[in-house]
């Protein structure tokens, strides 16, 4: 199964295909930072909540990349299972370095500040725990939409694209609007605001958080397995 992540991993990049997400991810980051210094927390839960569109589009790229006779030659020679979890895993490898270079580059071109004296804001060492926490559920949960609107499940680019952008609007718009069925999608811009508040979020809201996140994407691999064995 790890030959078979990186065999795709290398045919991803290789390919050329992972220029433009990396490019959007270059102009989203330069957007975001680019007006001085933020609040650790506050930037970097902004930020996973900015890439989660992106690093969908990702994966359902990385997992379009294989020709469909090749993907169906690896069901055959190592099993759906842990051929459906190579590309998975590649996905989240690929996600996860770009996760890295979120929350690095903005530390080397000072986008992120410390609370200011007297401010009731997190400290720049559990600002960045929490942003690592942000973007890692941002990347779950983007893996599982960028593979349910992924070629193997959608068959054909029209209906993948509509997936992807509106599974990417709706996090975002019913994000925003929760009184509205928030369990609908990913708590991605409720985990934003929870580290907008300033102070340093409850346990219990981050655990919340994360069950909701990690629900919501076995819901969605649930649903992106069942129709792949049925597509296949």
Known sequence: MIALAGMRLTGFFRGGRALAPLIAVLVVLGVLYGGGASPAATAYGYSAAALFPILAWLTKVLLDTEPD???RLARLAVGPVREGAAG????LVAG?????VAMVVPLLFHGIRGPEAGSTESSLGVGIALGVLAHLLSLVAAAAL????GRAVTRRVLPGVAVLVTGSILAIVLGLTSSFAPWLV???MATARALNAGATPATGTLVQLTAWSLAWSAVALTTYGFLRRARS
């Open 96 to 100: 996860a370095a770009v996760c890295a």
């Open 146 to 149: 960028g593979a349910v609107a």
């Open 186 to 188: 990913p708590p991605v």
């Open 69 to 71: 006779v090749q993907r």
């Open 88 to 91: 998975l895993l590649a996905a």
